[in-house]
């Protein structure tokens, strides 16, 4: 793991939580104090050419990816297709992309929107952003303690 203080000291950030038909993606602002839906991609579409729009319009100094960590911190079933979509995401997006720990990630924001009295079902698409800004907001406080770590996505390491 490399500590995430490898970043660049301010910039926007996206979070991306791939899912199986939806992908959530939030963003931050520039001095990383607030984080904040921007959309949702369907999985099964042109979902690259839709997160490079959304990437675009955000001008991000790093993205970061939820990476799906077992309960013991290992990786888990989904990690190899989340790793094979975020190089697909790295070929077309000149910017660092950075792999976090998403454990439990949905099922907070599941938690949140049902405090808010939503209801699960009709909330699927709401519930995979709310996933990324709650994967964005982790990052923005471990950043603020200077104790986060994640692994930076290396190409190379994927390929092989």
Known sequence: MTTLSALAPAG??????????????????????LAFPIGVVD??????????????????V??????????????GLAAGRIKEMAA???RVCDRPIWLVDERLSTVEAQRR??????KAKNSRPIIDSQ?????????????????????RLELEAVND
Do not use: K
């Open 12 to 33: 926007v950030l996206i979070g991306i939580d791939f899912g199986m038909a939806r992908i959530g993606v939030a963003a931050c602002d520039a001095g990383r104090i």
């Open 43 to 60: 999985a099964g579409g042109d979902w690259l050419h839709a997160l490079e729009e959304l990437i675009g319009q955000r001008q991000p």
């Open 62 to 75: 790093a993205l970061i990816v939820g990476y799906p960590l077992t309960l013991g911190g290992q990786a």
């Open 88 to 90: 697909a995401l790295a």
């Open 113 to 118: 929107l049902h405090e808010a009295g939503r």
């Open 131 to 151: 996933a990324a800004v709650g994967i964005l907001e982790v990052v923005l406080q471990g950043l603020s303690r200077g104790q986060f770590h994640g692994q």
